[in-house]
């Protein structure tokens, strides 16, 4: 039996990290649930899996792709240990970068605006 069907038959059929739902259960190496599922990360534009952001009980934690193993429809396995998922860091913040671009869009369009009133009252 291979090592992947048995976790096939347990955790449903694999799929695509975009159709992931929020709140499915994430398991380390060890086999210990270790939170849930709350944010996928991607890059859409070049359509690249960057990771997902789990809900545990110490917190929010941020998993790098590379430590997905597999992603099913009942369940997320990851190829690192219980205390590593503990270690991770949290997701950062990109609020505060959407912050700063909504600042520079706003000075823009400002500034777009008073060249358009200088421009029309020469």
Same mark, same amino acid.
């Given at each position: 039996m291979d090592i992947l069907s048995g976790?096939?038959? @347990? #955790?449903? @059929?694999?799929?695509?990290y975009k159709a992931l739902p929020r709140g499915t259960v994430v398991r380390s190496s060890d086999a210990v649930e270790?939170?849930? %599922? !709350? *944010?996928?990360?991607?890059? =859409? &534009?070049e359509n690249i899996f960057d990771g997902i952001v789990v809900e545990t009980k110490q917190g929010m934690r941020f998993v790098d792709a590379p430590? %997905?193993?597999?992603? =099913?429809? !009942? =369940? %997320?396995t990851l190829n690192i240990t219980a205390d590593e998922v503990s270690?991770?860091?949290?997701?950062r913040s990109t609020m505060?970068? &959407? /912050? #700063? @671009? =909504?600042?520079?869009? !706003?000075?823009? *369009?400002?500034?777009? &605006? #008073? /060249?358009?009133?200088r421009w029309d009252n020469r």
């Open positions: 976790v096939d038959a @347990q #955790d449903g @059929q694999a799929i695509s270790v939170g849930r %599922v !709350r *944010r996928v990360l991607d890059n =859409a &534009r430590e %997905v193993e597999h992603i =099913a429809e !009942r =369940a %997320v270690q991770l860091s949290p997701p505060r970068e &959407r /912050w #700063d @671009q =909504a600042t520079i869009v !706003r000075r823009t *369009r400002r500034a777009g &605006r #008073d /060249w358009k009133r």
